[in-house]
């Protein structure tokens, strides 16, 4: 019997139409099935963006400049709409004979352990220049990412530091210790809390339009390759080339190195790319042939893809994270992660009688050997081993 066909629903719709008469009115036609709602815990390119394009709308954000504080008045807002409390860290610079004040705003997620992932952005721009990917990208991203991670109670606890001041500093300014990550790295070293920060994570830069991210050469590798890998994973290796050459990224990040805190990673735009956008820091796009840093020249797709990368890798160190220290406080309980298996069965007795005058061994037990044992078997060759190779990063 041949299978019957049911028509499909529009086929229906206009099958019935038909019988009604050609007077009667077409049926409507069916509701299109509604998009799917992302999760809170899932990153939103659209909620960055509009962080984005808040912190383009102020202005020049050089330090000390009315645009910058009205940045930071929109940063602090959304963070404190997030239920967290938002800590002022404020420092003193001279610079030209005035005295400019500096402010950076940190807000505290609690996680499952007093460790801390601390993620770290500028949102300062050199002075006079309001551009949108330098000093106010990641700023977007982080807090939208603090959002996203504080949805997932995470295992660590998140810091969000968002600096002001960075953009001197990498001017050649003010020092770099004095300012921005550098004076947030004073302070965390003064509080005695700079310790726990297991990984630090420095964002600027990530909404370029033709962006690639640079392999910087100065951040810790394992966190490094762990970005790479979930951008591999997620199908975004044009954003994390695996075969980007490794650079050395001039950045805040540095302040925190300097500060003693290896376990620091630079997640930017590569500068050796003919595309780089310019800045006020950087050079003229006139002059560079480069993009100016605009709004329009900024892309939401490229802002969402760092923020998804950053929020599946952020994932996976926080895993790997817990299970190194699993071990260490439980070696045992750390590496049971499979049941032993069982135990061999015991050989069955031997079939064949036993010689005259010897009693027969008891059940279980294999009788001794009747004839010589041979040679023993040649121990099996070692491999060599392969050499490590050093992780400078660390």
Known sequence: MRPIRLPTPSLALALLWLACGPGAAPPPLPEPAAEPIAAPEDFSADAAWGHLEALAAAGPRGAGAPGVAAARAHLGEVLRGQGLEVVEQRAQIERGGERIETVNLVARIPGASDDVLLLVAPYDSPPGDASADSGASGAALVVELARALGARRPAYTIWVALVEGDALAQAGAVPRADVGTGALAHALSTEGTLARVRLAVYFDRVAGADLRIARDLMSQRSAREDFWLSARRLGHGAVFPPDAAFESVEDGHLALVDAGLRQTLAISASRRD???????????????????????????????????????????????????????????DATATAPAPPAPEAAPPSADPPPSGEPAPPAGVLAPPTSEPGPPPEAAATPPVEPVQADGAR
């Open 274 to 332: 003919a595309g780089a956008v310019a800045t006020g820091a950087t050079g003229d796009a006139a002059a560079t042939g480069a993009a100016p840093d605009d709004l329009a020249h900024a892309s939401r797709e490229s802002l969402g893809t760092v923020g998804t990368v950053s929020l599946e890798a952020l994932s996976k160190i926080s895993g790997r994270l817990a299970k190194i220290d699993r071990f260490v406080k439980s070696p045992l």
